[in-house]
């Protein structure tokens, strides 16, 4: 018979490979009987996956699969879930650790555990999403948010395909945490950690407070949103020890040519920088900002509200329709510029004074949007699908 006492999970997550390790083995040490369940990825390109379980005192297994359509992702997905249930039901094991691959994004292994099946069971039914934790070393965060280098390029990406950065892979890993896992740092690089996630729990690394936290529950549709353009809160306006964050909100609409010549000097001005925008020439369209290690990302990220009819708004979530009823302005809607720009020596006045340039002027307002969308598509090669 399946326990009836859900099995509580743990997803720790980061790119710094010993912080990560010394995090999963604290879990393990103060945890009653837990298991760690990891996947290596270091052979991916040559058509196989390592997965490895093991205990506080000794590793009880390794398995080596071969990729489902060349995909290390659906070949974790496909063993972990079933893993999972396997533990679960054998009742031996207090606690579930899943330490994700370096360059992993949590996001999408708690919505696989969240919403898995297996054998049409309900993974929910056996297993409960305790916590997720990313693990970080601050005195190499500042550095590591500064260059572009590819995760390919240091072996740690998680599929042929995967073109992301190490940067934009550490800032989505501490984004969605609710718990930052870290060793002692300077003051700038825990600062960074303290803006970028501002309402996460921070807990050092051998002070015995790292269960008690990471046990603290995980809410995956609150996380879903936190991470969702559209949704997502972005830091508030704060400096400390020489990290600045600054939001930029502004109503009027961007001049596509204008922000794509811009962007040279937007995107390298902060370590980190995300949002929601929309131009002038795409006036229905959500557009989400995401850039790390001077790397930018656009994605489509569905309609504004202004631009459905009435009856359209009730397939959209009570959250976003409540936020822009409460922000509506009487020309533009619920589109707005809103951009947050974190860094070390923040030059606030300078993103402010280029982005405004950017912004139509009173003459080209005055054209309406009929002749906003003549403008120049400058933006259409950089555009992604929203994932």
Known sequence: ???KIRLPVIVVAG???AERRRAVQELLNSSLDPIVLHHDLRHAHLGTVHRELRTATRTHGT???PLTN????CA????LLPELLRIADAGQHGLA???LWGGSDPHPAVEAIAGGEVDGRCLHEAVELAGVVTAVDPDRLLGELSVPDDLAEHGEHTSPEDSRTRAEALAHQIEYATTITLARGGEAGLSMLRQLNPTARRVLLGTGELLRAALGGFDVAAARDRVNPALALLPQQHEEAGVATLV???RRPLHPARLYEALDLLVPAAHRSRGRFWLANRPEQMLAWDAAGANLAVEECGPWLVSLPDAEWDLYPPARRAAAALDWHPMHGDRTQQISFTAEGLDAHGIIELLDSCLLTDAELMAGEQGWKTLPDAFEDLLQPVS
């Open 1 to 3: 018979m399946p326990n």
């Open 15 to 17: 790119l710094h490979r």
């Open 63 to 65: 398995l080596s699969l």
């Open 70 to 73: 060349d995909c290390p992702c």
């Open 76 to 79: 974790l997905r496909e063993d």
């Open 97 to 99: 650790i899943i330490e």
């Open 248 to 250: 930029w909100e502004r």
